[in-house]
């Protein structure tokens, strides 16, 4: 037999395989960054329920992850992404973006700094070439090191009891920071972060340590309603927390084909990470233009009258123009409401007299519905659990 | 201190003129010159004692017929030794033809009848094309976007007067616009000689052999030049190129310019979005805020500027700007006269035997060898001047192609292209290697060093169709508007291109003055 071609092969399994695929009861099974990953391991209400009500273990081996390290990493951080990476102390994360030239936005993600001159930056696309390229000039090695690492998402309001019980001592551990852990004879950082806008934990091993971090928490996490979630519970989840995904939210400037889809961090209300005083980054001179100018569009959080959930609605002022689409919609399980994301014209930002364009399946007949919609603030829900340090005890 | 409004880097012809044109206007600037001396490309660089210094260029084609006026070079010091030079295509054997008048207007030697009409119609179509082409030169390049506030009504002159050849020969323009030279020559003549000379004269410079494709614009560029108002007229100043040089620092001077040699500028210091100023080498500091670099753009961007000062697609673009540098400079100083088979010394003497003489001798090069075979331009300065040198003495200059711009051992290669140099030289005129004194080759990495120009490229940067207009030196940066604000560039990088013509500075100076301050 002759070697697949690399467009050929299956579908890699993450570290965690063996235990996320006996688990997966309804073998659904998406591609995600060339994995396989669960869509949904058997109940998707109940698996939401639990993000909001107990904890949930989520795979995110295939997110994608780089390694900046060198005496310029801050510096050529700071001049690849709008927010200061030299104010990130070391131990912090921060939420962060990035632009091309133009201003417009190539991804997001979060930044890690693990050493003074050691970071490690998540994203959902992959750009080592454009990495490489922001790389010239600065003495920096950048890798991609998502194969190297093992990472498990745990969330929910017993995530920090499942911890503790597991052994590890996360009480002082705040939102945003990190800390290192000894674990079966290697090393576990544990970051308070994640992308449900809730109490909860990324935790980071070698791919050695997958299943013995699985199990440990597996184990501890019994008694606390623990559960594997896959990624439809987790949009779930995140559209509440009003959290955007690059390719979803909006189109990422390498893959965009239509000039007029291209989006500014200013265009998808990411303008508040802009770092403007800390000098030269990529796009910064063509986002001054744009401030001056006015963006053309902005990004908002919606609450659609009705019950159903309002995924790729189109949006008009007064019921007759067109002034933008959803992005993202659910009806939300924990605010009993319909929400959404939205890119809508700029000076509609404020919202007044928008309606929804519904159009819902109902036993293959389409009821279309227009629905008035209100601007809302994001995140539509934001727990104090989630601020809290030491977490409560539940 | 005195200060300055306008700090102009390097003194080659485009700084000069630059520098020239803001003074005049109650500018105060200041130039800053690495070398000894100003005149860029036109100064002179020491070679051997008694012997006048060469100057890298050393034939005039493309001088700004506005840069000479306004400057009033000739007050300055510029006087023609001949400003309408004659070539002698040189043969091995004694049977030269003489090309006589701008780009060879009568022809003296063995070609036929045929090949004489063939020749009076295509150049002719040469000049014309060349012609209509040439106020592009002086202008801003268009921008691609709307409503960018684009010449138009000039525009549209240039394509009525393209237009107004008539239907067949602006068919022929659009034919032969992107073709290659050696097609073009083929398609028309077969005097082996005629079409080696011709061959050499389109390919000075570039990166193009006569049979790659896209090598007939840069000669339609080099074309639309002129000396003294004559259209492709060559011209040698008394004195050598070194006067050009001379005058027209001097002329910067007399309108105000301050001139500082020996102060190489290490850093433009910016604070992210305006210039404040440049660091020299030796750490001094200097404040001003316009900086007009007339350095080549990817030096400016990645040396001067730097990466962590530009966004990071552009750092990328200005990475693969292309200057690949093919010709070397020969100088030779010989105690006396060579003879070249009888050829008049004082013509400019071309050493190409055919179109495929100068396409053999860039095959090599392409792989980062040097040719068995160069092909060169030959000027003898001081048969026109002979206080260049000691009496009866004499100095060859010589731009010799293809040079490998970059070759695994440099010295190494410039022994073999100085080698190959000297034999084919002998080859032509027997008994030279006799009479030489000293002989100097600068390969293209010599010439980077010495002069600055990156990849020793003639037009501080490639002059190829992917680089010319809009898209020279990088789209986005071709109105001589640097990415930081208060830098402007102004170099042979830019357009037009190179050449002693101080163009590209007088276009930047223009299009500063039409920003306002
Ligand atoms: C082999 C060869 C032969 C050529 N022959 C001819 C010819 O016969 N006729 C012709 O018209 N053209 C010729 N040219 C082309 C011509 O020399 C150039 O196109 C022309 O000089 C470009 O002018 P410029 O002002 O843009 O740059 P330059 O003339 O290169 O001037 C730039 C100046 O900047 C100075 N400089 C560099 N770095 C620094 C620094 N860090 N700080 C301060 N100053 C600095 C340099 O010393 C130089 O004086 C030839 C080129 C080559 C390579």
Request: aromatic share 6%.
């Amino acid at each position: 037999m002759t070697d697949l071609r690399h467009y050929q092969t299956p579908l890699r399994q993450t570290p965690f395989h063996p235990r996320t695929s006996a688990a997966n009861r309804l073998h659904a099974w998406a591609p995600w960054a060339g994995y396989a990953t669960v869509q949904t391991y058997d109940d998707l209400a109940m698996e939401h329920s639990a993000i909001r009500n107990a904890a949930t273990l989520y795979d995110l081996c295939p997110m994608i992850k780089y390694r900046i390290e060198g005496t310029d990493a801050a510096a050529c951080l700071n001049r690849l992404t709008v927010r200061d990476a030299d104010r990130l102390a070391v131990g912090g994360v921060h939420y962060t973006v990035w632009c091309d030239d133009a201003g417009h936005l190539i991804d997001d993600g979060t930044l890690f700094r693990l050493a003074p001159d050691r970071y490690r930056l998540c994203c959902q696309e992959r750009h080592l070439p454009w990495l490489l390229d922001s790389a010239f000039g600065f003495d920096v090695r950048i890798t991609d090191e998502t194969g190297e690492i093992a990472a498990l998402a745990l969330q929910g309001p017993t995530s920090a009891v499942v911890l503790r019980a597991a052994g590890f001592d996360i009480d002082t551990l705040k939102p945003f920071r990190m800390a290192e852990f000894p674990f079966a004879g290697g090393h576990l950082t544990i970051s308070r972060t994640g992308f449900t806008g809730d109490l909860g934990y990324e935790l980071w091993t070698t791919p050695d340590l997958a299943l013995p971090l699985w199990d440990s928490l597996t184990d501890a996490g019994a008694l606390y309603g623990l559960r594997p979630v896959g990624s439809e519970a987790l949009n779930i989840a995140r559209l509440e927390a009003g959290f955007i995904i690059a390719g979803q939210d909006f189109t990422p400037a390498p893959h965009c084909l239509r000039e007029d889809r291209l989006r500014s961090p200013l265009e998808m209300g990411l303008g508040w990470l802009i770092d403007w005083d800390k000098g030269q980054f990529t796009g910064r001179r063509a986002l001054l233009r744009q401030r001056e100018r006015g963006p053309h569009w902005a990004f908002v959080g919606l609450e659609i009258e009705g019950n159903v959930a309002a995924e790729g609605a189109i949006l008009y002022h007064n019921r007759k123009t067109e002034i933008g689409v959803i992005t993202g919609a659910c009806w939300s399980p924990t605010l009993k409401t319909s929400i959404a994301l939205a890119q809508v014209k700029a000076r509609h930002a404020k919202g007044g007299n928008l309606w929804a364009e519904i159009y819902a399946l109902r036993e293959l007949h389409y009821a279309r519905m227009m629905m008035p919609a209100r601007v809302v603030a994001r995140p539509f829900f934001n727990p104090t659990r989630k601020r809290q340090t030491p977490p409560g005890k539940l | 201190m005195p200060s300055f409004d306008t700090i102009v880097i390097g003194a080659g012809p485009n700084g000069l003129a630059a520098a020239h044109r803001l003074a005049s206007r109650g500018d105060r600037v200041l130039v800053l010159e690495r070398g000894t001396t100003p005149g860029g490309g036109a100064a002179g660089a020491e070679f051997a004692p008694g012997f006048a210094a060469m100057p890298l260029a050393h034939l005039s084609y493309n001088l700004d017929a506005r840069v000479a006026r306004t400057m009033d070079l000739p007050r300055h010091g510029l006087r023609w030794a001949n400003a309408n030079l004659a070539t002698t295509a040189l043969s091995a054997t004694g049977a030269h033809l003489r090309l006589e008048g701008p780009l060879g207007l009568t022809l003296t030697g063995e070609v036929s009848d045929r090949d004489r009409a063939a020749w009076a119609g295509l150049r002719a179509r040469l000049l014309r094309f060349a012609g209509v082409l040439a106020p592009l030169r002086g202008m801003t390049p268009p921008r691609l976007a709307k409503g960018v506030g684009n010449p138009m009504g000039q525009l549209a002159k240039i394509a009525l007067r393209a237009r107004m050849m008539g239907a067949d020969e602006f068919r022929e323009l659009g034919r032969i616009f992107l073709t290659n030279v050696h097609d073009l020559l083929d398609d028309e003549l077969e005097t082996p000689l005629l079409k080696g000379a011709l061959a050499l004269d389109a390919t000075l410079g570039i990166w193009l052999g006569p049979r790659s494709p896209n090598s007939v614009l840069p000669w339609l560029d080099r074309l639309a030049g002129a000396t003294d108002g004559a259209q492709a007229a060559l011209g040698l100043p008394m004195g050598g190129m070194a006067t050009l040089g001379a005058a027209m620092a001097r002329a910067a001077e007399a309108a105000g310019a301050t001139i500082r040699c020996n102060a190489a500028v290490a850093q433009i210091l910016t604070d992210g979005d305006t210039v404040q100023g440049l660091r020299l080498a030796d750490g001094e500091e200097l404040s001003a805020a316009r900086i007009v670099s007339s350095l080549a753009p990817k030096t400016t961007l990645l040396s001067l500027v730097g990466a962590r000062h530009l966004d990071a697609g552009q750092t990328t673009r200005a990475r693969h700007l292309k200057t690949r540098g093919g010709a070397a400079k020969l100088h030779l100083a010989l105690s006396a006269a060579p003879d070249f088979r009888g050829a008049a010394l004082g013509d400019r003497l071309v050493i190409a035997g055919s179109e495929h003489a100068v396409e053999r001798a860039f095959n090599p090069a392409k792989y980062g060898r040097t040719p068995q075979a160069p092909v060169m331009e030959i000027v003898i300065p001081t048969v026109h001047d002979p206080t260049l040198a000691p009496a009866g003495q004499h100095i060859l200059s010589a731009i010799v192609q293809y040079a490998p711009p970059a070759p695994a051992d440099p010295d190494a290669a410039r022994t073999a292209m100085l080698d190959a140099s000297l034999r084919v030289l002998e080859d032509h005129a027997p008994g030279i290697g006799a009479l030489i004194l000293k002989a100097e080759m600068l390969m293209p990495h010599d010439i980077e060093t010495r002069w600055g120009l990156p990849g020793g490229n003639w037009h501080a940067g490639e002059l190829s169709v992917e680089q010319m207009l809009f898209l020279r030196p990088l789209p986005g940066l071709s109105q001589y508007q640097g990415p930081i604000k208060g830098l402007w560039l102004a170099s042979a990088g830019c357009h037009p291109g190179g050449g002693v013509s101080g163009t590209a500075g007088w276009n930047a100076a223009l299009a500063m003055e039409r920003a306002g301050k």
